[in-house]
C-alpha cells in the first residue's frame, strides 16, 4: 500500500540550478495536487490538476511549472531555484476534485528543499 | 475569500489531559469543515470531517461540531496521549476558493508523560 509517493525526500540546490520534483500514486485517483509547507503559513496550493490531462493555477504558482505525465504521475519543476523557494513539498491526490464531491486528501510524505 | 484561522501552538499538555484546538473559519455558505494531522517526519492525514452545520466529526477519540453561528470547528479530546503529539490542521472546502482544500496555519501539540 504506497498511497502517494515523492522523490526525493530531501534536496539541496544553488541559487539558479533547475529540478523537479517527482509524484506518482497506486489509488487511480484523478486528481493530484502540489503544496509547499511554511511555518506559520500552513499549506499553500501551487498547482493541480483535476482530471488527467489537465493543470491549474493554484494560491502561488509563480516560479513552478508542473506537467501531468500520466493518471498516477504529477511532477512539479523548478526552472531557476531562488530562496524563497525553500520550503517543504506535499503532493496530494483525491479520488475526484473536491469540488466534485470528493472530500479526502491523501499525501505524501514530503520533499524538504534547500535553496542556498 | 475563504480563510482559516487556528490558535497559535504550541499546546504542551501533560497525559490525560483535556485538549482543545481552536479554528474559525471565514466562507460562504456551507463550507465542508476538515482536521488533519502531520506526525513527526510524515505527510498530512485526513483526522475529521463534517460537511453540514450541527454535524460532529470523531475518529481515534478526537471530536469537532460544526457549528455555523459561530463560524467554528474547535478540536476537543477528553485524554491525550503522547502519541498524539503532532501538528493538528484544521482546513476548508468551499465555493470562494474554488472548492480547493484551504489549510490553517497547523497547531503543533506536545504531551508529556
Known sequence: NAGVTQTPKFQVLKTGQSMTLQCAQDMNHNSMYWYRQDPGMGLRLIYYSASEGTTDKGEVPNGYNVSRLNKREFSLRLESAAPSQTSVYFCASSHQFWGQGDTEAFFGQGTRLTVV | ?113
Open chain 2, 1 to 113: 475569500g475563504d480563510s482559516v484561522t487556528q490558535m497559535e501552538g504550541p499546546v504542551t499538555l501533560s497525559e490525560e489531559a483535556f485538549l482543545t484546538i481552536n479554528c474559525t473559519y471565514t466562507a460562504t455558505g456551507y463550507p465542508s469543515l476538515f482536521w488533519y494531522v502531520q506526525y513527526p517526519g510524515e505527510g498530512l492525514q485526513l483526522l475529521l470531517k463534517a460537511t453540514k452545520a450541527d454535524d460532529k466529526g470523531s475518529n481515534k477519540g478526537f471530536e469537532a461540531t460544526y457549528r455555523k453561528e459561530t463560524t467554528s470547528f474547535h478540536l476537543e479530546k477528553g485524554s491525550v496521549q503522547v502519541s498524539d503529539s503532532a501538528v493538528y490542521f484544521c482546513a476548508l472546502i468551499g465555493m470562494d476558493s474554488s472548492y480547493k482544500l484551504i489549510f490553517g496555519s497547523g497547531t503543533r501539540l506536545l504531551v508529556r508523560p
